[in-house]
Nanobody
């Protein structure tokens, strides 16, 4: 059974930090491109970070570059997103995604991040 379970969301003040985690099971994590997406109220879901295999290359949109860091542990089957210098516009539901071209595309249920004073 495929599972992607996000955790670590919450309420944080502007300028603060949060660390999101995604625990996965039921598929070959080490072969999947892993990503974080987010959906803000009234907006489309957008990518915020991805990390490839086997090179571990990362990519970020300009909106989060330099503030967010994605990482993966292929032993513990865990994906993380370190978010620093958070802004109110980072408020969204954050989703974990796993994909392998032509094979699978899995989503977690999301975790809420709210940046507000």
């Amino acid at each position: 059974q495929v599972q992607l379970v996000e955790s670590g969301g919450g309420l944080v003040q502007p300028g603060g930090s949060l660390r999101l985690s995604c625990a996965v099971s039921g598929f070959a994590f080490s072969t999947a491109i892993m990503s974080w997406y987010r959906r803000a109220p009234g907006k489309e879901r957008e990518p915020v970070a991805s990390i490839t295999v086997p090179s571990g290359l990362t990519s970020y949109p300009d909106s989060v570059k330099g503030r967010f860091t994605i990482s993966r542990d292929n032993i513990k089957n865990t994906l993380t997103l370190q978010m620093n210098s958070l802004k109110p516009e980072d408020t969204a539901v954050y989703y974990c995604n796993a994909r392998r071209a032509g094979d699978f595309n899995y989503w977690g249920r999301g975790t809420q991040v709210t940046v507000s004073s």
